[in-house]
């Protein structure tokens, strides 16, 4: 069933995750101190800070979460995750809104891929485990690869679409086992949680 509107933002979604947790591990992976790392997700109570997201506005339509400042350079970082025990080693990007009209996540960064426009770096990419609040696992992915691979073939993801809601979203999923083979995996940590966790 198509929509007429959905919520743009799931504030709920991105407070139930902890993703303070990977702030010393991206820091390490980027070799930088932790205050480089900057958190763009300004959210009280499940609002969007007003001054905050008025700088950030555009970058925050495109996906952009954390920003980590290289000094020479930034890497613009997107955050997603799943909840364990669902299909949590598949990543997905939207490819149906539900909406007539409003462009899907794949849509726009294939379009920003193939015009040198804009998307997000790398995603990283949480199996959250919600009763002990840790991740099983977070994977940190380049977005580039993974585009460049679906535009040459290299990866072919299966687009399934949300018979369970029946919203008429659809997505593209490719197991991360894979994106791994093509070397869009950068780096892998497991048991992210209070104690830190470990790399592979």
């Known amino acids: 069933m198509r929509q007429t509107d959905t919520p743009r933002f799931q504030q709920e979604r991105k407070e139930a995750v902890n993703w303070d947790l990977l702030t010393p591990h991206l820091a390490d992976h980027y070799g930088v101190p932790e205050s480089d790392i900057h958190d763009l997700e300004s959210l009280t109570e499940g609002e969007y800070n007003a ?8 970058l925050d339509f495109g996906g952009l979460d954390r920003l980590v400042d290289l000094g020479t350079k930034h890497v613009h970082v997107e955050q997603r995750y799943r909840k364990i025990g669902g299909s949590g080693l598949d990543f997905s990007l939207r490819t149906d809104t539900g909406v007539d009209g409003r462009p899907a996540k794949f849509d726009k960064w294939d379009n920003a891929y193939q015009t040198r426009g804009y998307y997000p770096s790398v995603t990283a990419f949480g199996h959250w485990e919600p009763t002990l609040e840790v991740f099983k696992t977070v994977w940190l ?60």
Not at 155 to 167: A, C, F, L, R, S
């Open 51 to 58: 001054d905050a997201y008025a700088v950030y506005e555009i």
């Open 141 to 200: 992915l380049d977005n580039e690869v993974i585009l460049d691979a679906i535009a040459t073939g290299e990866i072919n993801p299966v687009e399934h679409t949300n018979k369970q809601d029946d919203d008429g979203t659809a997505a593209q999923y490719v197991p991360v086992a894979e994106l791994d083979s093509i070397g869009a995996v950068l780096n892998e940590w497991r048991g992210v949680g209070a104690d830190g966790g470990e790399s592979r």
